[in-house]
C-alpha cells in the first residue's frame, strides 16, 4: 500500500503547474499491475492508498483556507485535509474493488482478462470520477483526463470531454496490463486507435474562425482577501477598480472579477449608475463580479454596466433590476452555503466564513449581453462542471467567461489547476475563454486550450488583449457526456450480470 500511496502522490506532477502528462498514466499502469493478483478487500485498500496519496499531495492547497481563515487549531485543519482527502479516495477504491470483484466470468472464460482491464476498469474509473462529480454537491478536482489538458491527445477533449480523456487514460493503461500478460494485441489496436483519432478529430471540427476579435480588458486588482470584505475597504476597493479600467476604456469589454464590488448590489446603486454612465460614453461595456439582491436572498452575481447591445448607445443598459445578469448556481460547500448550518457555524469561525448564505441561481441561464456580443459566464468554481458550462451556450454564444477569488488559496498549486480546468472548457466547447481574478491566474485561453495572454499572479494590473471569435459546435457541445457514460454503464452492467450468474451457479440448492 506504500508504493500505491507514493504512485498517488506522484500524480500531482501531471497537473499544473507541472504538467508532465504522463506521470498519470504510469502511476495508474503499475497500481493496475500490482493489483492483478489481490482480492477484492485487498484492492480496495490499495486503490484507497492510491487515492488518498493522489488528494493528499495534489489538492493539499485546500488547508491553505482552512488553516489561514479558519479559525482552527492546527491540528484539527489537518484532520479536516485528512478527512477529505480519505473521502475522495474512496471512488478509485470503489472502482478498484468492483473490477476485482467482478472480474470473474463463466461464460467469457477465454477473454476474461481482456474484459477485466480493456472493459471493466475503464468503465467503472469513469462511474466513479462522473460520482464524485456530483455526490454532495460534487468536487471533480484531478479528473485523470485534466492530466491531458496540455498533453499530446487534449484535442480529443473536444469531442469526449474531459471525463472522456479519463476513460481512455484507463482503458490504455489496461491494455498495457495486458501487454505485461505478453498480449499484445489490444494495446497496439489501442494505441493506435487513439493516435488516428487525434489526428482525425482536427479535420471533422466545424469550428471556423468568423475574421473578427473582441477586444478585452482583465482587472486583477489583488486585493488582500482579509481586507476584501472590511467595511472601510469598500471605497478604496472600487476606486483602484475604476483607476485601472480608466486608461482602458478602448476595449470593447472590461471584466473585473468575482466579488470585485464586495458590498450588496442596493448599498452601492449609485456607484453602479454612474460607472454605467461612464461606460457608455466610452462606449464600452464593465462585467463585474458583485452581491446582489432579490426577494431578500444574496447571490454571487455578474452584472452588466455600460452598452449591451451594441457598442455605441445613447445611454448605457444598467437597470439594477435583475436583467442582464447571472446569478451563482453551484455554490461552494462552507464558503458559499453551510449545510446544517444551525449545527456548525457555532463551532468554529470556518463555517462562518463572510457570505457563506448565498441563494442559489437556476441552472440554465441567459448568456451575458455585452456590447452585442453573448457571453456565457461560469463563476469560481463552476468552471470544474462541464455539463453546466455546456447548457449555458449556444450558436449563438461568443465567449467563455470565467471570474474567480483564489486569494483564499495563496501561493499554492490551487489556483493553476483551477486554470488548467477552465483550459479544458475551451477544448470542449470550442470557444475562446477570458479569465479574470482578484490575485491571478487572469488570463485569455485559445479554442485549443492553450493560454495565449497572462499577466503574473500576486499583482495588479490589467491584461488587454484581442480575442478572436469562432463558429461552430464541437462533437461535445453536440454529445455532451451522455454517450460515454451509457457505453460505461453497459459494461458495468455486463460485469454485474456476469456475477449475479456465477453467484446463482454456485448457490446450493
Not at 39 to 68: M, Q, R, Y
Not at 318 to 343: A, M, R
Not at 430 to 448: F, K, M, Q, W
Request: hydrophobic residues 45%; charged residues 15%; aromatic residues 12%.
Amino acid at each position: 500500500m506504500v508504493t500505491a500511496f507514493a504512485a498517488g502522490a506522484s500524480t500531482t506532477l501531471a497537473f499544473a503547474p507541472y504538467a508532465i502528462w504522463a506521470f498519470y498514466p504510469a502511476a495508474m499502469i503499475f497500481v493496475l499491475y500490482q493489483s492483478r493478483h489481490l482480492t477484492p478487500k485487498e484492492n480496495f485498500f490499495h486503490w484507497l492508498s492510491f487515492g488518498f496519496g493522489c488528494f493528499a499531495f495534489g489538492i493539499s492547497w485546500v488547508h491553505v483556507s482552512i488553516d489561514t481563515f479558519g479559525g482552527l487549531p492546527l491540528f484539527v485543519s489537518m484532520g479536516l485535509m485528512a478527512l477529505l482527502a480519505f473521502y475522495l479516495a474512496l471512488y478509485p477504491a470503489l472502482a478498484g474493488y468492483l473490477t476485482a470483484r467482478l472480474s470473474q466470468y463463466p461464460h467469457f472464460k477465454h477473454w476474461h482478462h481482456a474484459f477485466q482491464y480493456l472493459g471493466l476498469f475503464p468503465a467503472l474509473w469513469v462511474l466513479t470520477e462522473w460520482m464524485r462529480g456530483w455526490v454532495l454537491t460534487g468536487f471533480p478536482w484531478l479528473w485523470a483526463g485534466y492530466s491531458q489538458t496540455q498533453g499530446p491527445i487534449s484535442e480529443l477533449g473536444s469531442v469526449i470531454g474531459a471525463l472522456g480523456l479519463s476513460y481512455l487514460i484507463a482503458l490504455f493503461c489496461g491494455s498495457i496490463v495486458l501487454v505485461l500478460k505478453k498480449r499484445f494485441i489490444s494495446a497496439a489496436v489501442i494505441s493506435a486507435s487513439i493516435i488516428i483519432a487525434t489526428i482525425v478529430t482536427p479535420l471533422i471540427s466545424d469550428i471556423t474562425p468568423r475574421g473578427e476579435t473582441v477586444k478585452v480588458a482583465l482587472v486583477q486588482g489583488n486585493i488582500e482577501q482579509s481586507m476584501k470584505w472590511e467595511p472601510d475597504a469598500l471605497w478604496p476597493t472600487l476606486l483602484k477598480y475604476m483607476d485601472l479600467s480608466r486608461p482602458n476604456f478602448d476595449a470593447d469589454i472590461i471584466v473585473w472579477p468575482e466579488a470585485a464590488v464586495p458590498a450588496p448590489e442596493s448599498m452601492v446603486g449609485d456607484f453602479l449608475h454612474n460607472t454605467d454612465k461612464v461606460a457608455n460614453m466610452n462606449d464600452s461595456a464593465i462585467i463585474t463580479g458583485i452581491i446582489s439582491t432579490q426577494q431578500q436572498e444574496f447571490y454571487n452575481s455578474l452584472i452588466v454596466l455600460g452598452n449591451a447591445n451594441q457598442s455605441v448607445q445613447p445611454q448605457g443598459d444598467y437597470q439594477g433590476n435583475g436583467t442582464n445578469d447571472y446569478k451563482k448556481h453551484h455554490l461552494l460547500p462552507i464558503g458559499e452555503f453551510v449545510p446544517f448550518e444551525s449545527l456548525l457555524r457555532p463551532l468554529a469561525p470556518f463555517f462562518n466564513l463572510p457570505m457563506s448564505s448565498f441563494g442559489r441561481g437556476t441552472y440554465q441561464q441567459q448568456n451575458l449581453n455585452a456590447m452585442g456580443y453573448q457571453i456565457a459566464p461560469a463563476l469560481c468554481f463552476e468552471i470544474v462542471f462541464p455539463e453546466q458550462l455546456r447548457a449555458n451556450i449556444d450558436e449563438d454564444t461568443d465567449l467563455l467567461l470565467t471570474v474567480s477569488n483564489d486569494a483564499w488559496f495563496g501561493d499554492t498549486i490551487g489556483p493553476l489547476q483551477h486554470m488548467e480546468i477552465a483550459q479544458m472548457r475551451s477544448i470542449e466547447l470550442g470557444r475562446p475563454l477570458v479569465r479574470a481574478t482578484n490575485n491571478g491566474v487572469t488570463a485569455v485561453v485559445d479554442i485549443h486550450g492553450r493560454i495565449t495572454h497572462q499577466i503574473p499572479q500576486f499583482k495588479q494590473g490589467v491584461l488587454v488583449a484581442d480575442v478572436p471569435l469562432y463558429n461552430g459546435e464541437t462533437w461535445f457541445k453536440r454529445i455532451g457526456q451522455t454517450p460515454l457514460l451509457l457505453l460505461c454503464g453497459l459494461l458495468f452492467l455486463i460485469g454485474l450480470t456476469q456475477q449475479i450468474m456465477l453467484w446463482k451457479k454456485g448457490r446450493p440448492d
